[in-house]
Structure formats: C-alpha cells, structure tokens
C-alpha cells in the first residue's frame, strides 16, 4: 500500500545550505564556494563526532562552529562577516520544488513532516522565512534524543512522533546519502533526492527511489 506519511529532511533536502553564502558571502570573493563547502562538511563532521564520542551540542552551536573553522582555514577575520552568515543561515532559501511538492502530497490526503538535526528554533524560522508552515503538520528534531542522525533512536523518534506503528509507511525524502542509508536500515522508505549529481554509495542501505529534485516525487510511492 502507498505510504501515509512523508517525512522530509531540512537542510539540502527542503533549504539550500549554500544559500547564507550566497547571499551574505560577496566579501568572500573567490573564496565564496570553498568556504560555504567546507563549512557545510564541518557542521556534519562535528554532529557524527559528537553523538560516536557520548555528547550533545546543537545543532547552532555546530554550525557556528562548522564555519569557524572554515573562515580560520582560509584566512577570514571579520566578525561583521561571521554575523552576517549567521543571519542569513537562520532563514535560508527553500528550493523553488518544495512548496509544490507538500501541497501534491496535502491534497492526497498525506502526513508531511520535517525530521531535521536542526534546533526547534532554526527551523522554525527556515521554515517562515519559506512560508512553508501551513503545508507541514509536524516538525520533529533530535534535541529530545540528544543523538544525530543517522542513529537509529533518531529515526525511533521521528516515528514515535508521528504516531505511526510501522516504519514501513513512512517516506523518508533526504539529499544526503547517509541520512538516506540511516533511514534505509531503520526501516523507512527512503528516497535519495539526488540535486548535485553525487554517485550513489552505501551499498545496501539503497533507496527505493532517486530523483534529481522533488518534482517527480508522488504521493503513490510505496516500498
């Protein structure tokens, strides 16, 4: 049977991660792309480490600290810029697909979610920035497990959250293949939204479905 439920990861999935510096970035120069990568890398690399080494800090913490560390490897000292990213980070551009997709998933009578690493906070204001509030009835973050994705009691949480018995008919729509491979050996539907190109990896952990953007994604889909 189709699922009942689409669950939908925030960052890089429904908002452009690149966005705060494309935005705020033009004193970066040609720095602009390496800086927003590797900042981008930094703030995941620090959630998996946090959660393996038995700690919490969110998601906010780890972002400004994800692009410290990236303007300090190319030699950027400018408060005034940090604060800048900052604030353009808190209300990043959804991508232009995501608002016609929930409202296809609405009118077929579905559960649309966030599942996001991000605080209550950071999404709340992504996600009225976008204007998105009204085509969502859940937003669910890790801060009550005090673990990253891809753990599994992460995924446990969304589900339980939902009030949904089987994992089996949740959708879990992410641009990262990881959290894809997380939600595929919970037990999710998962789909890889595919939007850079990226060669598929994490054999086993496979999604039921790869879409370069969430245009092709159908309210039919089932496992």
């Known amino acids: ?4 439920a689409f669950m939908f990861d925030a960052y890089g999935t429904l908002f452009n991660v690149h966005a705060a ?3 705020a970035g033009a004193p970066l120069g040609p720095l602009a792309e390496p800086v927003s990568q590797l900042w981008r890398a930094k703030q995941l690399e620090y959630s998996w480490i946090t959660t393996m080494t038995g700690g919490f800090e969110d998601f906010w913490t780890l972002t400004g600290r994800g692009l410290d560390f990236a303007l300090a490897l ?3 000292a400018d408060p005034a810029l940090r604060q800048a990213l ?3 980070y808190e209300t990043l551009d959804a991508y232009p697909d995501v608002a ?8 077929a009578g579905k559960t649309t979610a966030i599942f996001t690493n991000g605080t209550r906070a950071m999404v709340d204001k992504a996600i009225a920035a976008a204007g998105i509030g009204p085509l969502l009835d859940a937003v669910v973050t890790v801060e009550d497990v ?3 994705k891809p753990v599994p009691a992460v995924y446990a949480h969304a589900q339980g959250s939902l009030g949904i018995a089987s994992a089996g008919d949740v959708v879990f729509v992410s641009s990262n293949r990881w959290d894809v491979a997380g ?6 539907v998962p789909v890889w939204v595919n939007r850079t190109g990226m060669p598929n990896e994490y054999p086993g952990a496979d999604p039921v479905a790869t879409l370069p953007d969430l245009a092709g994604l159908q309210p039919t889909l089932v496992a």
């Open 86 to 88: 900052l604030a353009a």
């Open 1 to 4: 049977m189709p699922a009942t």
């Open 21 to 23: 510096v494309q935005r």
């Open 183 to 188: 939600a595929a050996r919970f037990g999710f």
């Open 146 to 148: 005090g673990a990253y």
């Open 74 to 76: 190319h030699g950027v």
């Open 100 to 107: 016609p997709a929930l409202q296809r998933l609405k009118a």
